[in-house]
C-alpha cells in the first residue's frame, strides 16, 4: 500500500503538471525574470506599466530568472517541468518530514492528505518553494529534537529562500518556536541553548545578505498590508476540500497530543503555529499543511504500532520513482505543454496589432498573461501588487466594482482599449451604459474600444 500511494502520488503530480500553464500569475513571474535577465537592477527595479509606480523590492527574483531563462532555452515546456520538479520535490519532502515519526503506510497517507489540503497553492509560482522549505524546516528542528544536533544548514537555507519567496521569515519564527519549545522542556540549556538560537538568529542576518540587501525586511510586511486586495489573502474555506484535509490534518495530530497527557512544549507550539497559519490566510492553508505534516503522521502510527526503521530499499524506491517521475515529465511536455491555454484565435492577431505603449484596460486576473504575451501593452492591472501603490490599488479596485466616480478615473487613464471577462459588471457596464463597441468577444474574454469623443465627456 505505501508503495502504491507514494507512486499513485508522483503520477497524478505529473499529469497535473504535463497540462498548459493555467495559472496567470505564472506568467507574470516569466514576465518579470526577462526584465531581470535584460537589465533590470535589484534593488531598484523598473515597472512593466505607468500605472504602476511604487517603489517596490523584489522577494521572488532567483526563481523568476530561473523560470525566464528555462524559457528562452527551452519554452513554455521547460517551465512546465520546473512546475513538475516543484511538486515531486515537495510530496518528497513531506514523506521525509513525515517518516520521522511513522511507517511508510502513516507517511504516504499523510503525504496524500497534505498535497490535497495544499491544492488550492499547487501551481508553477515560487510559493511551492516556500512550502517545500516549510517543511524542510519543521522536520530539520524534529530531528534537532530528537539528535540534539543544531540544524545549521537552516542558515543558508534561509538565505536562499529570501531570494525565492516571499515566506522566508516563517522559516524564522519556526526557528524562535523550536528553540523556545527545546528549552521549556528542558532538552537545551546553556551553551547548547544559544548554539540552537543562533540558527534563526543568523537566519535572519542571512537574509540581509541578499543581492536585494537589507530592504528585503519591509519589503515583507508590504506584501502583508495589501491583503485586502487580493482574494487569496482573504480567510480560508474549511468547507471547502483543502480546508477539510486541513481540519483533519490538525484535528488527529492534536488529538493524539492531548491523549498523551503530558505534552511537550515543542508540541504544543508548532501546533499553535500551525493553527495561526491555517486561520490566517487561504494564503497560508499550505503552509499549516507542511507543519501539520509530520505531527499527524506521529498520530496515525500511534495507532498501528512501532515505527519501523528506513531501509535502503525504501529510499531507493523513493529516489528512483522521483527520478522516473521527472525524466517522465521531460519527455510528455513538449508535446503537452509547450502552448498557453488555448485562446480565440483573434485574441494574438488584435492586441498584437495594437501600438506600443497604448494604456489598456484590463482584468487583473488576466493581466499577467497579457504583460507576458503581449509586452508592448501599457496595462493597468496584473497581480504582482508590490508594484502598486495603495492609492492605484483603491482606484484599481473603484474600476473593477463601479463605485461612484469610476468612468471619470477611467477617462484619466486615457484607456484606448478595454480587454475583459464579458460576464464582469465592468464589462457589461462600458457596453450597456456607456456605449463602448464590442470589437470582438468569446465566452472567457472580449475587446472592446470606446466611442468616438467619449473621453471629452
Avoid at 436 to 451: C, F
Wanted: aromatic residues 10%; proline residues 7%.
Amino acid at each position: 500500500m505505501p508503495v502504491v500511494l507514494v507512486l499513485g502520488v508522483l503520477v497524478v503530480l505529473v499529469k497535473m503538471a504535463s497540462r498548459p500553464l493555467s495559472n496567470f500569475d505564472t506568467y507574470f513571474h516569466l514576465r518579470f525574470g526577462h526584465e531581470f535577465l535584460n537589465g533590470w537592477s535589484l534593488r531598484h527595479p523598473g515597472s512593466v506599466s505607468t500605472f504602476a509606480t511604487a517603489d517596490w523590492v523584489p522577494t521572488q527574483w532567483l526563481p523568476e530568472v530561473v523560470m525566464a531563462q528555462t524559457e528562452d532555452w527551452f519554452g513554455l515546456a521547460g517551465v512546465a517541468w520546473l512546475s513538475g520538479l516543484q511538486l515531486c520535490t515537495l510530496a518528497l519532502v513531506l514523506y521525509w518530514s513525515a517518516r520521522r515519526w511513522a511507517d511508510p503506510l502513516a507517511a504516504s497517507v499523510v503525504v496524500v492528505v497534505a498535497l490535497i489540503a495544499s491544492g488550492s497553492g499547487l501551481s508553477m509560482r515560487p510559493q511551492v518553494i516556500s512550502y517545500i522549505l516549510v517543511a524542510l524546516t519543521v522536520g530539520a528542528w524534529i530531528r534537532a529534537r530528537e539528535t540534539g544536533r543544531v540544524p545549521w544548514f537552516l542558515i543558508p537555507v534561509t538565505w536562499i529562500w529570501a531570494m525565492s519567496h516571499g515566506m522566508w521569515p516563517i522559516g524564522i519564527l519556526t526557528g524562535l518556536l523550536a528553540v523556545a519549545g527545546l528549552r521549556c522542556d528542558g532538552l537545551v540549556r546553556g551553551r547548547e541553548l544559544g548554539r540552537h538560537l543562533a540558527v534563526p538568529v543568523l537566519a535572519a542576518v542571512a537574509a540581509a545578505l541578499t543581492p536585494v540587501g537589507p530592504g528585503l525586511y519591509p519589503a515583507v510586511l508590504l506584501v502583508t498590508s495589501r491583503a485586502q486586495y487580493f482574494s487569496e489573502w482573504g480567510p480560508p474555506d474549511f468547507t471547502s476540500p483543502n480546508g477539510l484535509a486541513l481540519v483533519l490534518l490538525i484535528a488527529v495530530a492534536a488529538a493524539h497530543m492531548f491523549k498523551r497527557g503530558a505534552n511537550e512544549w515543542f508540541d504544543i507550539l508548532m501546533l499553535l503555529m500551525v493553527g495561526g497559519w491555517a486561520v490566517y490566510s487561504s494564503r497560508t492553508v499550505p503552509v499549516a499543511a507542511a507543519m501539520v505534516a509530520p505531527f499527524a503522521a506521529r498520530a496515525l502510527q500511534a495507532a498501528i504500532g512501532p515505527m519501523q526503521p528506513a531501509d535502503v530499499r525504501e529510499r531507493l524506491l523513493l529516489w528512483s520513482g522521483y527520478s522516473v517521475a521527472l525524466l517522465s515529465l521531460a519527455v510528455i511536455v513538449p508535446h503537452t505543454a509547450d502552448e498557453p491555454p488555448a485562446q480565440p484565435a483573434w485574441v494574438t492577431s488584435s492586441l498584437a496589432q495594437i501600438p506600443s505603449n497604448t494604456p489598456v484596460l484590463n482584468d487583473m486576473s488576466a493581466g499577467g498573461y497579457l504583460m507576458w504575451r503581449f509586452p508592448q501593452l501599457d496595462l493597468m492591472l496584473h497581480g504582482y501588487g508590490d508594484t502598486f501603490t495603495t492609492s492605484e490599488l483603491d482606484r484599481a479596485v473603484d474600476m473593477l466594482t463601479l463605485e461612484p466616480g469610476w468612468d471619470t478615473t477611467l477617462r484619466e487613464s486615457d484607456a484606448r482599449f478595454a480587454v475583459l471577462d464579458p460576464a464582469t459588471p465592468l464589462a457589461y457596464a462600458l457596453e450597456h451604459e456607456e456605449g463602448w463597441e464590442v470589437v470582438h468577444e468569446s465566452d472567457s474574454i472580449e475587446l472592446l474600444e470606446p466611442p468616438p469623443g467619449w473621453f471629452d465627456q
